[in-house]
C-alpha cells in the first residue's frame, strides 16, 4: 500500500493506492485540517487499521499557500518516520501535469486570497503569481491549462481562447502515487526522495531598505 497526501491545493487530500488503484480518498473542507483524523478515515474506509503496513508515502511539495505545504509536509515525514516507510516529495505541478496527461501544460495552482501561482511541469522552472482575471494573459496560449478550476474560471479561460485540462483531487492523487513509486522503483522523474516545499519569490512592494535590513 502506498499513500498520498496534497495539501498544496484548497482542500487538503489524502488517498492510499493497494495494487495500483486508488482505494481509497477524501478531502478536509480547508485547511487548517486535523490530517490524523483524514488519514484514520481513509485508511478504515480502505479497510485498513489505522496502524497499518504503508509501502511509501507521496507528497506534494507545492507550490501552494505557505503554511499549508509546510504543514502537510512535516505531517507527511512525521507519518514516514512513524511507519518505517520511505517518503517522497512530489512537485504539485509535475502530480498536476501526469493527472492531466499533457507535459506540455501551463499549470496553475490555488495561491489563497483569489491569486494564482503560474509554472510548468518543471519543479524549478519559474513561478509567476497573479490575480485570477491575469491568469489568461500569464498563460501561453500555445499551451493547454492544467490546474484544479472550477467551472467557472475553466469557461472563462476558454472565452479567452484557452484550452483547459481540468484536475481533479482524486486524480492528483493518483498522480502523486505513481511518480511516487516511479521514483522507488527506477530511481527517475521529478520525485525525489525526501521533501522540501516548493517556493514562489514573487516581487515584493516592500521599501529596498526593509528589503536590506540584516537579520538578527
Not at 480502505?46 to 508515502?57: K, L, S, V, W
Not at 507550490?63 to 504543514?71: D, E, K, M, T
Request: charge should be negative; glycine fraction near 14%; aromatic fraction near 6%.
Amino acid at each position: 500500500m502506498t499513500a498520498a497526501l496534497n495539501t498544496s491545493f484548497e482542500q487538503p487530500a489524502f488517498g492510499v493506492v493497494d495494487d495500483g488503484r486508488l482505494v481509497a480518498w477524501a478531502c478536509a473542507p480547508r485547511w487548517p485540517a486535523d490530517l490524523t483524523e483524514l488519514v484514520v478515515g481513509v485508511l478504515s474506509e480502505a479497510g485498513h487499521r489505522a496502524d497499518a503496513e504503508i509501502g511509501g508515502i507521496g507528497v506534494a511539495t507545492g507550490p501552494g499557500r505557505f503554511g499549508a505545504v509546510r504543514g502537510g509536509i512535516a505531517f507527511a515525514k512525521g507519518l514516514a518516520l512513524a511507519r518505517g516507510a520511505p517518503l517522497v516529495g512530489v512537485p504539485t505541478a509535475a502530480a498536476v501535469a501526469e493527472a492531466a496527461g499533457d507535459t506540455d501544460a501551463s499549470i496553475v495552482l490555488p495561491a489563497g486570497r483569489g491569486r494564482w501561482y503560474v509554472t510548468t511541469r518543471d519543479w524549478d522552472g519559474e513561478i509567476g503569481l497573479v490575480d485570477a482575471d491575469q491568469l489568461a494573459g500569464a498563460a501561453p496560449a500555445e499551451a493547454p491549462v492544467a490546474g484544479p478550476m472550477d467551472m467557472d474560471m475553466a469557461r472563462a479561460l476558454e472565452d479567452d481562447g484557452l484550452r483547459v485540462l481540468r484536475v481533479d483531487d482524486e486524480a492528483v492523487l493518483g498522480a502523486l502515487v505513481r511518480l511516487a513509486e516511479r521514483r522507488l522503483t527506477e530511481g527517475r522523474g521529478p520525485a525525489s526522495l525526501g521533501a522540501q516545499p516548493v517556493y514562489a519569490a514573487p516581487a515584493t512592494r516592500a521599501r529596498p531598505w526593509v528589503r536590506g535590513m540584516p537579520h538578527g
